[in-house]
């Protein structure tokens, strides 16, 4: 399998993602897993513009994302594989793609959220889906940059809820 990472990052690609992260996990390739962002122009050339020289983008809706990566498409590349919330990353297991950890990273904060820790804000439908990813086995932590410590995510959930 190519996954080498998973994260949640309200930002997508920024500059943790584009500089801190795939140059620790030494990434070949970023991909975005979203289905409204893959039918934004605007949004996608956005996108390239922030991912790093060197690496490939692939910006999918989660089914042909599942598909590529359950046909083998990427088993020769290490892939970074980001979404802005957690249900695109449960849709992905749904749809058979094995995960073993997601990294939970930035969430924005607006006035419907609640704060997980300073940088992680959800919704209920967010805790539904961090429950049913938890539930499928996949190990959620909490980590914004690789210098810091990842912290258990669940039990950080457990006192919003």
């Known amino acids: 399998m190519a996954i080498i990472g998973t994260r949640i990052d309200g930002r997508l ?16 390739r970023i ?4 289905d409204e962002v893959a039918q934004n122009d605007i949004e996608k050339s956005g996108l390239k513009l922030a991912c790093p020289a060197g690496v490939k983008l692939s910006i999918l809706p ?4 599942a598909n590529n990566i359950l046909a ?6 290490r892939l970074l594989i980001v979404a802005r919330y957690p249900d695109r990353f449960l849709r992905l297991v749904e749809y ?13 904060q607006t006035p419907e959220t609640r704060q997980v820790t300073r940088s992680i804000n959800v919704v209920d439908k967010d805790i539904e889906a961090f429950e049913a990813l ?12 690789p210098g ?4 258990d995510f669940m039990p950080l ?4 809820k």
Do not use: C, F, R
């Open 96 to 108: 058979g793609v094995p995960l073993k950890e997601l990294n939970v990273g930035n969430m924005s």
């Open 148 to 151: 810091d410590t990842a912290k």
């Open 62 to 65: 989660v089914e042909k994302a």
């Open 157 to 160: 959930l457990a006192k919003v």
């Open 134 to 145: 938890d539930a499928k086995g996949v190990h959620l932590y909490a980590q914004m940059v």
């Open 72 to 77: 083998g498409k990427y088993d020769s590349q």
């Open 13 to 28: 690609i920024h500059g943790q993602v584009a500089n801190l992260w795939t140059t620790k996990l030494n990434i070949s």
């Open 31 to 34: 991909m975005v897993i979203d």
